[in-house]
C-alpha cells in the first residue's frame, strides 16, 4: 500500500500543479481523475493504517502482526543500499521513457 501511496501522491501532485509536464496518454479518466487519484490514495492510506494493527487483543509473541516491524525492516534496508549503491547504479525511468518529447 506504501508504494501505492507514493506513486498515486506523485502523480496527482503533478496533474494538479504541472499537468504540462505528464507525457501524453493512450486514454484518460478526463475530469474524474484527480477525483479518482484523491479516492484511490485516501483507500490506500486507509488500508495501509490498519495493515499494522493486530488481529487480537491480548497480544503474544505469536499473535503479535509482524507486518509493522517487516515494513519497518525493509524501508530501514532500502535506505541504506540507496544510499551507498543504488543511487550510483540506478538509471531513472525518464532516461528510458524520453521518446515521448519527440512527438
Known sequence: MFTYM???SCVLYRRIYYPALLP???WSLGKWGVTV?????LYSTYAFF?????NEVGMTV?????????FIATV??????YMLRAR????????YSEAWKEK
Open 24 to 26: 501524453k496518454c493512450q
Open 6 to 8: 507514493v506513486s498515486i
Open 50 to 54: 490498519w495493515s499494522f494493527w493486530p
Open 88 to 95: 550510483h547504479v540506478y538509471k531513472g525511468p525518464v532516461v
Open 62 to 70: 505469536e499473535s503479535f502482526n509482524w507486518s509493522s516491524v517487516m
Open 37 to 41: 487519484n484523491i479516492g484511490a490514495l
Open 76 to 81: 530501514v534496508i532500502s535506505v541504506i543500499d
